[in-house]
């Protein structure tokens, strides 16, 4: 009796290990069978926004997920969650992965894991396009008030320049969008934001101007809750094909008129 439980209790082992393997070789790698959900705070244009109407998701970030979820053959759905809490709705399940600007960081990496980067960005300073400050440099922003967007790498920007003795007034907003509305009502002196998102407020009729950008020194990526090897497999297999067929170059090309994906 006791060696037939035993190899009773094998036999259950054998298909319990067995039912997992073939689950991911079916391909269900997600929350949701047949769906890629998608983390993301959209409000942070040209990333992700949202359009005049107000419900319709855009932006470069919200095209390449279409990308990748066609690649991937599942139906794209996003999530639209606070920056503050956007990587702990990734651990506990809420979707499969933040696509939002995120940069791929060693503290990221250590309790998360990251596709390949997809785009390359460095910070920008961002004046009223009428003003008089000489502020042409990031050393030239003492004893001004800056504006950004808390726990971003601006935020992380400006934190080691006050880290390294800049005296300056902190303005810390929870999007990126009131940063620049501040900055508009003349209530600070420059805002601090990823050149890329910059883009999206500078222009012949904006009434910004860019009086300095910084080399690319971050990278975005996909991020995907730890150990979730099947997903991210799948994530970096559909990002190199959509990049070796020119569809990620002619998204970038239309949003920012240059292809910034292979920096």
């Known amino acids: 009796m006791k060696k037939i439980m035993v190899l009773l209790a094998s036999a259950l082992m054998i298909m319990a290990v067995t039912g997992c393997s073939k689950k991911v070789e079916k391909g269900e790698f997600t929350i949701e069978k047949g769906v890629f959900k998608i983390g993301m705070e959209i409000g942070y244009p040209p990333m992700e926004y949202y ?11 919200i095209e390449m997920s279409k990308l990748l979820a066609a690649k991937l053959g599942l139906k794209v759905e996003f999530v639209d969650t606070a920056w503050d809490g956007i990587f702990a709705g990734l651990e506990t399940d809420k979707y499969d992965a933040v696509i939002s600007s995120a940069t791929i960081t060693p503290e990221r990496l250590e309790s998360m894991d990251f596709s390949e980067p ?8 961002i004046l009223q396009k009428d003003s008089t400050a000489n502020i042409t440099k990031p050393e030239d922003l003492a004893g001004f008030t800056v504006a950004y967007q808390a726990e971003t790498t601006s935020d992380y920007f400006m934190t080691k320049l006050a880290d390294k003795g800049l005296k ?18 003349g209530r600070c002196d420059a805002v601090v934001s990823d050149a890329l998102v910059s883009a999206a407020y500078l222009g012949p009729d904006s009434k910004y101007k860019s009086v300095w950008v910084g080399d690319p ?10 150990g979730n090897k099947a997903l991210l497999d799948k994530v970096n297999e559909a990002l190199a094909e959509i990049k070796a067929d020119g569809s990620l170059k002619a998204v970038s090309e239309s949003i920012f008129g240059a292809d910034l994906t292979s920096n």
């Open 51 to 61: 359009a005049d109407d107000g419900k319709t998701p855009v932006g470069f970030d």
């Open 118 to 125: 997809y785009i390359g960005n460095g910070q920008a300073i």
């Open 168 to 185: 300056f007034e902190p303005a810390e907003f929870d999007k990126v969008i009131n940063a620049y509305d501040e900055l508009g009502l």
């Open 217 to 226: 020194d971050e990278y975005f990526g996909i991020a995907i809750k730890k």
